[in-house]
């Protein structure tokens, strides 16, 4: 089998005196989109900052296209090719849609054909690129999010929850646009809570609870089995639909 493009081994992390993971261990595959899954406060956020450096792992490995990321920096561990969405955004808001493009991409002009491409995925943008983020929808500046992370090629993708708060036609959207970046071969690692969304998007799942992982497996096999999903995550799909 091919080496995963991440690989968490043992992980633990402490933020001040609480102990949040407790040896965390899984594998994210190349060219797939893989679900991080709990209930709130099981670690999942935590996850995803030990992993970008914002946080640092106690003790554990990292291994991002085999090398040890551990100890990295974020800004290092960003030129490796890792993008990261807080659930935050963390977009400009005084800011035009295009001024946030332009900062996010670090290394020069957003290739023509890829700017074509990320306003293909999220439409909005374009009728707003000249406006501040700050007059953006909710959704709207989730997108904006997605595309600073992905104006450079990235190796792997981390998003927190992008459809936290939407209305359903902007989760629909959302799930289109995270499609059309699976189809064109990004990694992704994505939390999420709306497991209708994850039971459409993902190619694996990876649960949490208490700061640990409990279940990994095909994304398929959760969706068949909704016993599995309510002793994991309390949840059925139905009640998502």
């Known amino acids: 089998m091919a080496e995963p493009l991440l690989q968490l081994s043992g992980v633990h992390t402490h933020i001040g005196p ?13 060219g797939q989109l893989t679900m991080l ?4 406060g099981a ?15 106690s003790s554990g490995a990292i291994r991002f296209d085999g090398q040890d990321i551990t100890k990295n920096s974020t800004p290092n561990i960003a030129r490796a090719g890792i993008g990261y969405v807080p659930e935050s955004m963390a977009i400009f808001t005084d800011l035009t849609v295009r001024e946030n493009i332009v900062l996010a991409a670090r290394s020069g002009p957003v290739d023509s054909a890829r700017l074509d491409w990320m306003l293909g995925l999220f439409p909005a943008l374009k009728r707003f690129w000249n406006l501040p983020a700050g ?3 909710g959704g709207q500046k989730q997108m904006l999010a997605i595309a600073r992370a992905i104006a450079e090629p990235r190796r792997l993708l981390l998003i927190d929850e ?15 646009a995270f ?28 649960v949490m609870d208490d700061g640990r992982i409990v279940h990994s497996g095909a994304m398929r096999e959760m969706v068949e089995d909704k016993n599995l999903q309510q002793r994991l995550l309390g949840l059925s799909l139905d009640a998502h639909q």
Request: proline fraction near 4%.
């Open 43 to 57: 670690g999942k956020t935590t996850t995803l900052r030990t992993i970008m450096g914002l946080w640092q792992a």
């Open 179 to 206: 499609k059309a970046l699976k189809a064109a071969g990004e990694t992704i690692l994505l939390v999420e809570q709306n497991f209708y969304a994850a039971s459409a998007l993902g190619d694996n799942v990876i």
């Open 18 to 30: 609480y102990h949040i993971l407790h040896g965390v261990d899984f594998a994210i595959p190349a």
């Open 162 to 176: 992008p459809t936290k708060g939407l209305a359903p036609v902007m989760v629909r959207s959302m799930i289109e």
């Open 135 to 137: 007059n953006l929808s």
């Open 37 to 40: 899954l709990g209930r709130n």
